[in-house]
């Protein structure tokens, strides 16, 4: 998941909590009168069809408000399977008629406004939570339930729905109705969310796919797969800047580090190299050992942005491993043991197929052709050029501008398995 934050106002949220997207559709996105039967009907089967949680969830309380059930807050918790995020939310409100999809990092456990907030007990332990907003008691229960009890409400709920892994999902519903919830309106909420909650297992199996794909295959390659091209020789051939990457010394720096000084390492020098790759719109195929192989997709970016981007993310990762030898973090070993880190990377333009390869049991979604071939061989040349950055021809031809024009030529250098000598250029 690449993280896109949105500006959170109106609302405001506690650290390590931020807003992935945002709709406003309002009442219009439900009809203007619903019976519980409509609400049953609608989760049986047009609710199947709607692919977005937040779209569903937005349209499912806008109807709930037009089947008068007296909620006027709603928030919606699943945990996931994800490196950086424990947990997405989902906030809908008709006061300000906002409905918000939010992410949570692994910060957020510790937070004070997870910890003392009672969906807290819920989440972890699997509670049902009543708080009746109306009495000092309720009131001063929690910062929350102060907030909630200044801004009119008089009840909130907070109950389990499955668990996921060691946690639990979770609704909470607030209300401002004089003396909280009809207890017929307790009844047919419970029966409508017993119906949502196979949808929400259904949404949490789907996300957590995603993530896992994402995570170990990139977007695109885990789109593709998750879209059906799972048997071995799909894929397309196509057109690409090929960028790969390569950490100067890795060997001589594993034989005199341990396991886990070695991989926290590694960890900064990917995290910097990603974020140079994924920020400019390119794709991150795998790590080998200390490399990275990546491809920024002429089909997707265009020719010229796509050779645009990747000397952009080229230029942007060295940067960044430049301001990590600068100033080290704390959580990397001793600097004299280590420091500075160097590294080259190459970029070549080319055809190279890009899908499923391996055995038939086991395979591996990746790019192969001449194209990858050459650049791992104009990589290897930063070395003895004494470069940090070099491309081929093809790539330049792409470029325009100072980007095309602020390149030093390197001359003609013949790369093993290729033919005849090809023009470097160095950036």
Not at 242 to 266: C, H, K, N, Y
Not at 349 to 360: D, H, L, M, P, T
Not at 377 to 404: F, I
Request: overall charge negative; glycine content about 8%; hydrophobic content about 40%.
């Amino acid at each position: 998941m690449t993280r896109t934050v949105l500006d959170p106002a109106p609302r405001s949220y506690a650290p390590h909590v931020y807003v992935l997207n945002r709709s406003e559709r309002g009442a219009a996105c439900a009809p203007d009168h619903q019976t519980i039967e409509d609400l049953h009907n609608w989760l049986l089967h047009e609710a199947t069809r709607i692919d977005n949680v937040m779209l569903m969830f937005e349209e499912f309380m806008w109807r709930c408000k037009a089947a008068d059930l007296g909620i006027d807050r709603c928030t919606l918790h699943m945990g996931t399977l994800h490196p950086r995020v424990i947990g997405f939310s989902w906030f809908w409100s008709s006061v300000d008629e906002l409905c918000d999809e939010i992410a949570a990092d692994a910060g957020a456990v510790n937070e004070a406004a997870f910890t003392r907030n009672p969906l807290y007990k819920v989440i972890m332990e699997g509670q049902m939570i009543r708080v009746d907003l109306e009495t000092e008691d309720g009131r001063t229960s929690s910062p929350l339930m102060e907030e909630l009890a200044d801004q009119g409400f008089t009840s909130y709920v907070a109950l389990p729905l499955s668990a996921s892994g060691k946690t639990f999902n979770a609704m909470t519903f607030g209300t401002t109705r004089p003396g909280g919830f009809e207890t017929s309106d307790k009844e047919e909420i419970r029966r409508l969310i017993d119906l949502l909650a196979l949808h929400v297992e259904r949404h949490i199996v789907q996300r957590i796919a995603r993530n896992v794909a994402d995570t170990y295959l990139g977007p695109i390659a885990g789109r593709r797969v998750l879209d059906g091209e799972i048997r071995r020789g799909d894929g397309e051939a196509i057109e690409a800047v090929v960028f790969m990457a390569d950490m100067r010394g890795f060997t001589q720096l594993a034989d005199r580090l341990s396991g886990p000084e070695v991989t926290a390492i590694l960890n900064a020098y990917f995290d910097r190299i990603s974020d140079a790759v994924l920020s400019q719109g390119g794709d991150i195929l795998k790590f080998m050992g200390d490399g990275v192989l990546a491809v920024f997709d002429q089909k997707v970016l265009g020719e010229g942005a796509a050779a645009t981007a990747a000397v952009k993310a080229a230029r942007k990762a060295l940067e960044a491993i430049e301001a990590l030898n600068d100033t080290p973090p704390d959580d990397l070993p001793e600097a004299d043991l280590w420091h500075p880190l160097k590294i080259g990377i190459g970029l070549h333009r080319g055809e190279v197929f890009f899908g499923n390869v391996g055995g038939e049991e086991r395979l591996d979604f990746t790019v192969i052709g001449r194209a990858v071939n050459e650049t791992s061989r104009v990589e290897s040349l930063c070395k003895p050029l004494g470069r940090e950055l070099l491309l081929t021809e093809p790539v330049r031809n792409a470029l325009a501008g100072d980007l095309k024009t602020s390149l030093n030529e390197m001359g003609e250098h013949a790369l093993r398995g290729v033919g005849k000598p090809v023009a470097i250029y160095s950036a």
